[in-house]
């Protein structure tokens, strides 16, 4: 059982518009910066969104993070079949006094 | 370029430790943490915890404490992870990362190793 809870799968058509979901609490995303990765198949995770909505230099301007509360979204546009892959939240929790990750969400593209 | 290459696989059997490296290059090796997250067969990512490479701080996960330490050697830019008393729910691939927090982990890892699979198994 993660501390953070995504849903497990999401699928979208190509050119579309895709939306991941994070819930947390008070002790995490409430209060501390939400971070995503992206993990294509065997490969080591990847920084997509940092410090709840900022772009790593070198990433596609086709991801967006957002937060609201205690929750928080990664938003894909113009789904390329690529982006198929393993997609993570993450932030730091104060109660466990160290980062948490949600359970990941396989994203299908059709 | 910025890097992080880490050694090999292991297998070792159960009560057994294991000790994997993490060599930095392309980067100031001690303005950055590196944070040790590890991925289990079919499973998410959890992370085990954080060393300082400018001072040595660290901070485990809870689950973790006693089992684990990590240090680094700044004179090689390497970090190593060490877990003991291995189980095997402890079968995983481990990674290292570069830790974008400053004092603390901050959870934002930019770069990552290509991971080590250890196996435990009798």
């Known amino acids: 059982q993660s501390v953070l809870t995504q849903p497990p799968s999401v699928s979208e058509a190509p050119r579309q518009r895709v939306t991941i979901s994070c819930s947390g609490s008070?002790?995490?995303?409430?209060?501390?910066?939400v971070n995503w990765y992206q993990q294509l198949p065997g490969k080591a995770p990847k920084l997509l969104i940092y410090y709840d909505d900022l772009l790593p230099s070198g990433v596609s301007d086709r991801f967006s993070g957002s937060k609201s509360g205690t929750s928080a979204s990664l938003a894909i546009s113009g789904l390329q079949s690529e982006d198929e892959a393993d997609y993570y939240c993450?932030?730091?929790?104060?109660?466990?006094?160290?980062?948490?990750f949600g359970g990941g969400t396989k994203l299908t593209v059709l | 370029q910025v890097q992080l290459v880490q050694s090999g696989a292991e297998v070792k059997k159960p009560g057994a430790s294991v000790k994997v490296s993490c060599k930095a290059s392309g980067y100031t090796f001690t303005s950055y943490g590196i944070s040790w997250v590890r991925q289990a067969p079919g499973q998410g990512l959890e992370w085990m915890g954080w060393i300082s490479a400018y001072n040595g701080n660290t901070n485990y996960a809870q689950k973790l404490q006693g089992r684990v330490t990590m240090t680094t050697d700044t004179s090689t830019s390497t970090a190593y992870m060490e877990l003991r008393s291995l189980r095997s729910d402890d079968t995983a691939v481990y990674y290292c990362?570069?830790?974008?927090?400053?004092?603390?982990?901050?959870?934002?890892?930019?770069?990552w190793g290509q991971g080590t699979m250890v196996t435990v198994s009798s």
């Open positions: 990362a570069r830790d974008l927090g400053r004092g603390s982990s901050s959870g934002a890892f930019d770069i």
């Open positions: 993450a932030a730091w929790d104060d109660r466990l006094n160290g980062p948490v």
């Open positions: 008070s002790s995490n995303i409430g209060n501390n910066a």
